[in-house]
């Protein structure tokens, strides 16, 4: 029999559960403005795929296509994403106390940031459903990746961010050829002028949470950390949230690999968002054991990754925390800064200061006695350094 190159069926509200057609551009519920979440046929990639056929492939998250939303290869827009690899962190272990502790390096990403998976994912399926205009309100990174791949796929595209957005976002989305729009305030300013261009010239807004597709890739995480730890996840996931996206779609990669069958045990990892002090809404929800968070007031943070004030998809990342027996929990810049410093000193890796947020985290973690030094620690580096230079 011949399988499909997608098993993608339809469209899922996260909030109510109502089901929307996958054909058709969409973009978030309009009952209860809250994100879709692409849904597949599992019965039948259950029946027709195994989970080691996928390591033969040729490298990248595209070789996990059955479980991805485009339906016809030739529209797959891809740098080369996915497929970073796993390192494990002996020095740097031995200095925390911790025996087990890995990183999965995702600056060696196009663009430098992880945000190439979801970008790829989202302006591949966007160009298969033939939207000709995109939009993206960003942090940073995301701009960046959505004007390279939008770019790649000669579709023109408008990226609204931050003035004080670091440099080499603004440069990378302009020499790509977007229209770069520089706001005086945050993200969720420029989220505002984003779907205000939308509404004007019918362009797609690619904003975190508010389409389906950005997600689907960034699932591909999940995928390859089961492979790579044999099926068998490992205990803790460090992760730094803004828009909580990386996150969440972790979660959602396990939750579809234990509905294959393709996991080996039960066992489900601790998943830990680390936010900025100066910007933790996420922080503040998990705290209170809230459903959603509050917008964060005067957001600031050198991460400009986590500068997210509030996300679309919060009950997502905290329904993550929860139910993963997770936690949230904030670090200085200044540690930051010096986490990234003891990262670079101890393995050769100069991470973004997103990424060194989680090494900071770690030694709360440990101090807490909330990790065990025997534990397998999974570090996520969502960035390069290089990108954050003045
Ligand atoms: C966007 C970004 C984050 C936050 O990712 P979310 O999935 O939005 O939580 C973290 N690190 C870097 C480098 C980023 O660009
Ligand atoms: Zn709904």
Redo the contacts with the bound molecule.
């Keep these: 029999m011949n399988t499909p190159f997608s098993y993608l069926s339809h469209l899922e509200c996260s909030h109510c559960g109502q089901t929307y057609d996958a054909h058709q551009v969409q973009t978030f519920c309009p009952i209860c403005q809250t994100p879709l979440l692409a849904d597949y046929d599992w019965t039948a990639a259950a029946a027709h795929l195994k989970r080691d056929q996928f390591q033969a492939r040729r490298k990248g998250m595209w070789r996990w296509h059955e479980l991805l939303p485009v339906r016809d290869e030739a529209h797959i827009v891809t740098l080369g994403e996915g497929d970073t690899p796993i390192l494990t962190l002996a020095r740097l272990g031995d200095e925390l106390g911790l025996q087990r502790l890995y990183l999965k390096d995702e600056s060696l990403n196009p663009t430098g ?3 190439a998976r979801g970008l790829s994912a989202a302006v591949s399926r966007a160009r298969e459903l033939g939207v000709q205009r995109l939009t993206i309100p960003t ?4 701009g960046g990746a959505l004007a390279a791949y939008a770019a790649r796929a000669g579709i023109p595209a408008q990226v609204f961010m931050p003035a004080d957005t670091p440099l080499a976002n603004i440069e990378e989305s302009r020499i790509t050829g977007a229209e770069v729009t520089l706001v005086e305030g945050l993200i969720s300013d420029a989220a505002r002028l984003s779907v205000e261009a939308a509404r004007q010239n019918g362009a797609l807004d690619v904003s ?1 949470f508010k389409e389906p597709y950005r997600m689907e890739g ?1 699932k591909t995480m999940g995928y390859e950390i089961a492979e790579a730890f044999d099926w068998r996840l490992p205990d803790v996931i460090v992760y ?8 969440a779609a972790i979660w959602k990669a396990f939750g579809e690999l234990r509905r294959l069958g393709w996991l080996e045990g039960d066992h489900l990892p601790r998943m830990v968002a680390v936010q900025a002090a100066g910007c933790a809404p996420v922080v503040a929800a998990f705290e209170k054991r809230a459903e959603t968070c509050e917008f964060w007031q005067n957001a600031h943070t050198q ?1 400009s ?2 500068r ?1 004030p509030k996300s679309f998809g919060d009950r997502l990342i905290l329904q993550t925390l929860y139910e993963s027996n997770g936690l949230a929990l904030a670090v200085s810049d200044e540690e930051m800064m010096r986490a990234q410093q003891q990262l670079a000193r101890c393995e050769g890796i100069f991470a ?1 200061p ?2 060194a947020a989680n090494v900071a985290a770690l030694h709360h973690l440990i101090e807490s006695n909330w990790l065990a030094a025997d534990e397998q620690v999974l570090l996520l580096n ?2 390069t350094g290089l990108k954050y230079l003045r």
């Design positions: 940031t992880f945000k942090a940073g990174n995301a975190t960034k730094p949230a803004g828009g909580g996206m990386g996150l991460a990754g986590l997210v973004a997103e990424g969502t960035g």
